[in-house]
């Protein structure tokens, strides 16, 4: 079964905790702090493989987790690190969240991490100073990335076939390649993208056979709404008109329109032939090219017959020169402008901060709910320092007290009218002002 979309709920490694322990040995008194700091979560990798074709494996398995990374213990001990969850998907998915690209997996082996797990809590043998000697600080490690991701395949062809149901493409598939697919003489077929390998030359043309798209496909009616994503990767468009269209000329505008409605299909290089010429009177065929030129004068139009295989050689080896000429164009124009940085298969993208993130920023906002007023304090270094500290400890919620008064967290706390048994919360973390 074909399926090209999918949802998966994501969740990457938690961080394992940080350990409160002393060196306690029979000749060395006052050891000193040996905690150890917790492994790092497991992230999530996504891999394109090229012998996995189908999303079809995430319908039944909508849920993905990576392994937690383990607590710190005594003698330094640092915790395992959670092993990264990889995850394989067929070349050309592309990973969402939220509406923003992820990752485009165009090319075999290409990784990229989607869900990061998070890092392990340091254990107290990291808090040891000269002016604290035994400290009982350890930190919790941090959740991992957790959201929902929308997967979309979008096949990779050298040559897509489009035009209206019933037009040809499943008869010329069959003719030109080994695929197999469903061919009748009605509309709606083909329900789901075929794939089929034409030679010639010694030059070989993956074909991607599209579902019959009609008017108002780009909006979503009928199947063309869920398919033609998937002639945004083909380097060229073999639009096939059915000869015995009553106006062949209005049947290649309505699929013009659509596609130039769609992503920026207008400008991909475009082959038209006219389908099923076999025993058709050339005043009929003439006819029926000049209706097409009339649409669009540039048009190259080629006469064939899948069924009788006239004119089929001709036309491929004109799609193996239009390649030639297009290599390339396909990715590059199926890749948003963020996400053209070339990934080489195997090499990770790596997360760069922005000025903001990198500062110690941050905001205070006083609010009022259902429990009374709280002071909610954001920013990127704060929020990760608030996650890492453990509630049930006083001297950790002692440190991050601290660190507020460094950074004037406090001190803005204080203006806008906190009181020390006042609420404040930082990353879902609630605690008071001032030690209770």
């Not at 050309?92 to 990752?103: E, N």
């Not at 340091?122 to 959201?147: L, M, Y």
């Not at 164009?329 to 990770?348: C, V, W, Y």
Request: include cysteine; hydrophobic fraction near 40%; glycine fraction near 10%.
């Amino acid at each position: 079964m074909f399926v090209d979309t999918a949802k998966v709920k994501l969740q990457a490694g938690k961080g394992g905790d940080g350990a409160v322990s002393f060196r306690h040995e029979i000749y060395i008194p006052k050891g000193g702090p040996d905690g150890g700091d917790g492994g790092r979560g497991g992230s999530i990798i996504f891999r394109a493989d090229k012998d996995t074709n189908t999303l079809i494996d995430f319908r039944f398995n909508p849920e993905l987790k990576a392994e937690n990374g383990k607590n710190g213990s005594g003698q330094r001990s640092a915790g395992r690190s959670g092993k990264d969850l990889i995850i394989e998907v067929p070349v050309g998915t592309v990973i969402r969240r939220d509406g923003v690209v992820l990752a485009d997996l165009a090319a075999d082996g290409q990784e990229a991490v989607i869900a990061k797990g998070g890092d392990g809590g340091f254990g107290n043998a990291h808090f040891k100073s000269s002016t604290r000697q035994t400290p009982v600080i350890a930190e919790v490690g941090e959740p991992g990335d957790e959201f929902e991701a929308a997967l979309e395949l979008k096949l990779i062809a050298d040559v897509g076939l489009v035009g209206l149901p019933n037009a040809g493409k499943s008869t010329f598939l069959s003719v030109v390649s080994n695929a197999r697919p469903e061919i009748a003489d009605y509309p709606f077929t083909t329900l789901t993208p075929q794939l089929g390998v034409a030679t010639v030359d010694g030059q070989d043309l993956l074909i991607a056979d599209i579902p019959g798209l009609i008017e108002g496909a780009a909006d979503g009616k009928g199947l063309g709404h869920d398919f033609l994503r998937h002639v945004d990767r083909t380097a060229a468009l073999l639009h096939l008109v059915d000869v015995y269209n009553d106006d062949a000329g209005a049947a290649y505008r309505v699929i013009r329109q659509e596609l130039e409605r769609y992503s920026d299909l207008r400008d991909r290089p475009e082959i038209v032939a006219l389908t099923k010429c076999e025993g058709v009177d050339q005043d009929i065929i003439d006819m029926q090219i000049a209706s097409i030129l009339s649409v669009n004068p540039d048009a190259q139009v080629y006469v064939i017959s899948s069924a009788a295989k006239q004119g089929i050689k001709e036309l491929l080896r004109e799609l193996v020169r239009v390649k030639r000429h297009n290599k390339g164009i396909a990715s590059a124009a199926a890749t948003d402008s963020h996400t053209r940085d070339k990934i080489t298969p195997g090499e990770l993208p790596v997360i760069t901060l922005n000025a903001e993130q990198l500062s110690n920023a941050w905001k205070v906002e006083k609010l009022e709910d259902e429990h009374g007023t709280k002071f909610v304090v954001t920013g990127p270094k704060i929020e990760k320092f608030a996650r890492r500290t453990d509630l049930d400890n006083y001297a950790s919620v002692n440190r991050l007290r601290d660190i507020m008064k460094k950074l004037g967290i406090r001190a803005e706390l204080t203006s806008q009218g906190a009181e020390p048994e006042s609420i404040i919360e930082i990353a879902g973390k609630r605690f008071t002002l001032v030690e209770e």
